[in-house]
């Protein structure tokens, strides 16, 4: 029997119109951002009408004694302030094609161009947003503002930091910072360790209810003063962003998971056993952000693990940031909006892009830093000593974690 064939011009092939795009997740800061003075993100609108800076007022609350019956004139107290600069720059992306292409395309892949643009702006803003909150401050203006590549997080990138910045933000900001599990690891009634040795010898602490705890202590002891999160039922709270590592070793530990099993709602839509969702413990909200951690890999592996120049002596290590209001900045010179190239070659080419002009800033405040519970300008202290004395630059609603947070094997 002559069985026919089909020859492989002639098979017949499916060609499908529903185009899968790679997945984008959502900003996870968004709850937390908005344009009240009770934001943890503020954002700013006011450099839509013009300018490359804006200035942002910070002040400090009042500290003298006051008097009783005692003479007022001449015992009044100093307001004390601060302008915080923040710069904006430009983003601008966009894709091309022509009709040429356009012709062989079965399914519309130009048509997605938008939807695409629009998710790489957002995906920009997310990602910018967690490297403002690990860069140095800086009075300044960023390094690359207004060139090719551009700029919008300002203060100096952490992974484009020298040793001796780094040693000087961590003398500056000596009260709200934490390398594991003892304020020992970075400072003693002295001295101040340089960012280096704090790192290394924070073993193997992991992000857990004690950790967690000692963090929200740094922010109500410090000064200036953290102020906290409150909610719309006038709760306060502090929340601590975390990578997906360290929120991992958060949700593993046992007093954590114990609190959240046995305090919340037992069901399986509410409970974050069940979902994954943030975790809270002892008035800290703890939200996940995975791209803290695809940061510290695409960038900082030779700055926070063992094989570089600082991390945890077993093996890398990652930040979190515990906020309170007004721990950053988002500054808006214009909002995203689509863009159309012009030369068509008579209508042949097509192109599309987006545009926007943001900056991103951790906000922070030239302020006088002692040694905690002394009163040693930080200037003056022993081991590591580049801290701004009078006029170190604090960060103003954040303190800083450092753990070791292993990544999967």
């Known amino acids: 029997m002559a ?12 060609f499908t119109k529903d185009i899968n795009r790679e997945f984008v997740r959502q900003n996870m800061f968004s709850p937390y951002m908005g344009e009240g003075l009770d934001a943890i993100i503020r954002v700013r609108q006011e450099l839509k009408s013009g300018g490359e800076q804006m200035n942002i007022p910070l002040v400090t609350k009042l500290i003298g004694d006051g008097v009783s019956t005692g003479v007022l004139a001449g015992a009044e107290e100093r307001i004390d302030n601060y302008g915080m600069r923040i710069w904006i720059d430009w983003l601008r992306h966009a894709v091309v094609t022509t009709k040429a292409e356009q012709q062989k395309d079965s399914a519309d892949i130009f048509g997605e161009a938008k939807p695409l643009l629009s998710d790489f702006g957002k995906e920009k803003q997310r990602d910018e947003l967690i490297k403002a909150m690990l860069a140095l401050p800086s009075a300044s203006a960023p390094a690359n503002l207004g060139t090719s590549a551009g700029q919008r997080v300002n203060g100096i990138l952490y992974e484009s930091s020298t040793a001796a910045q780094r040693n000087a933000w961590l003398s500056d900001n000596v009260d709200r910072v934490l390398f594991g599990n003892a304020l020992s690891n970075h400072y003693s009634s002295t001295a101040i360790a340089s960012m280096q040795s704090a790192l290394s010898v924070i073993a193997s602490v992991k992000l857990t209810a004690t950790t967690v705890q000692m963090l929200k202590r740094r922010a109500e002891l410090c000064s200036p003063k953290i102020r906290p999160y409150k909610t719309k039922d006038g709760y306060e709270y502090y929340v601590l962003f975390a990578g997906s590592y360290a929120f991992r070793d958060a949700k593993t530990d046992t007093t954590i998971a114990t609190a959240n099993r046995d305090a919340r709602p037992r069901d399986v839509g509410a409970n974050p056993i069940f979902q994954d969702g943030d975790l809270m413990y002892d008035g800290v909200i703890i939200r996940k952000v995975p791209e803290i951690s695809s940061y510290v890999d695409n960038s900082l592996t030779t700055l926070l693990n063992t094989a570089g120049t600082g991390g945890s002596s077993s093996g890398r290590t990652e930040p979190v940031f515990l906020c309170g209001q ?74 800083t974690g450092f753990f070791y947070a292993a990544a999967d094997a």
């Open 3 to 14: 069985v026919t064939t089909v020859q492989s011009n002639n098979k017949l092939i499916r």
């Open 326 to 399: 007004q721990a950053a900045t988002m500054a808006w010179g214009q909002m995203a909006k689509p863009t159309f190239r012009k030369e068509d070659d008579y209508g042949f080419i097509t192109g599309t892009g987006i545009e926007m002009a943001y900056g991103v800033a951790k906000n922070f405040k030239s302020h006088a830093m002692y040694i905690p519970g002394t009163t040693t300008l930080n200037s003056s202290a022993t081991g590591n000593t580049s801290g701004g004395g009078l006029s170190s630059l604090v960060q103003w609603g954040m303190v």
